[in-house]
């Protein structure tokens, strides 16, 4: 299945925040180690850039509440 830039990024932030293995993300996800290593490594890329994009933007860095 492909994703987009934008559900990398979701599905990146979900790891960060809710997993604590790759293997249970993998099976939450019904993906291999592969294809998950592909899409965080993406997210992971497309968060960094959305961060320097806001920062550039406004000279703030964007806080979640």
Do not use: H, P
């Not at 299945?1 to 925040?17: A, F, I, P, R, S």
């Not at 965080?40 to 968060?47: H, S």
Request: one cysteine or more; charged letters at 30%.
């Amino acid at each position: 299945m492909e994703y987009t830039k934008k559900e990398c990024q979701k599905m990146y932030l979900d790891w960060v925040n809710n997993f604590l293995s790759d293997i249970k993300f993998a099976e939450y996800y019904n993906l291999n180690l592969s294809e998950i290593d592909n899409i965080l490594d993406i997210g992971r890329k497309y968060n960094k850039l959305q961060g320097e994009k806001y920062y550039q933007n406004t000279g703030r860095i964007k806080q979640n509440k």
